[in-house]
């Protein structure tokens, strides 16, 4: 807690003007009105809290006290401290850069309205399936041979899924829309009518056998319902126009 404190607190250093009222002072350095609000800010949670103002300025005391003995005991000479420094200092950098690209080439609305007539025009389509996941190939081609003999996919889902939340189900997951499921597990679905059982499937979770129960649209939620992750969406398009750029005149070799 303290360390990320002091993190702050270098920030505060760089940001806060010299008109701003001294609270304290600590071994001569001095800690600002200014200074508690900031770090305020950054804990808005805390800022509703009762005596807030006086709990953050206790805890940047206590970080500055911290940060002024680690000095006096040559910490901030120690290898690993150093390499943490200079971590924290280049994604402090990299975060500036990014902020200052963003903020001269500000989100429009038009660019919101553009991206969410993009996002609503993908697969809106809400699928009702049922699997069982195991951790092989050879383990899902048997449970799917067996079914076929079977028909009874529940069975195997309650004895051999390693998704025992479903499993219990008979493996059932309900309905799910596209947009929230793994890519190959859509793509698979995406072949199958209402009632046929895939091959097996590879995912990030393991080896699954789907069946398809059913489809039905997926309604697509207004603009305002979704705004904030369009804008996100957006926000990370124009960070990858941004370091595109840069790749492209940067010189980047392999030894």
């Known amino acids: 807690m303290y360390w990320k404190l002091t993190m702050a607190m270098l920030g505060l250093a760089i940001s806060i003007g010299v008109s701003a009222k001294t609270l304290v002072t600590v071994n001569g350095v001095p800690i600002t009105s200014q200074a508690v ?91 009702h399936t049922r699997h069982i996941l195991v951790s092989t190939e050879k383990e899902a081609q048997a449970i799917r041979d067996r079914i076929k003999t079977t028909d009874d996919f529940a069975k195997e889902a309650k004895a051999y899924s390693m998704d025992k939340l479903s499993g219990a189900r008979g493996g059932d997951l309900g309905w799910i829309s596209a947009t929230k499921l793994v890519s190959q597990y859509v793509d698979a679905v995406r072949k199958l009518k209402p009632g046929e059982i895939s091959q097996p499937v590879h995912t990030f979770f393991g080896w699954h056998i789907i069946q398809l129960l059913g489809t039905r649209p997926d309604p697509v939620p207004a603009l305002t319902t979704v705004r904030q992750y369009i804008i996100q969406q957006v926000t990370t398009k124009r960070i990858n126009a941004y370091l595109a750029q840069l790749r492209a005149r940067a010189q980047i070799t392999s030894p």
Do not use: C, F
């Not at 953050?56 to 401290?81: C, I, N, S, Y």
């Open 37 to 127: 609000q900031v770090a305020l800010n950054a804990r808005p949670a805390m800022a509703n809290e009762p005596d807030a103002e006086k709990a953050m300025l206790a805890k940047l005391v206590a970080g500055e006290l911290l940060v002024q003995d680690a000095q006096k005991r040559g910490l901030d000479q120690h290898a690993d401290v150093k390499r943490q420094i200079r971590d924290a200092t280049r994604q402090i950098l990299a975060d500036a850069a990014i902020n200052q690209y963003l903020a001269r080439h500000p989100i429009t609305e038009k660019d919101i309205k553009t991206q969410y007539d993009k996002w609503a025009k993908k697969d809106s389509v809400d699928y």
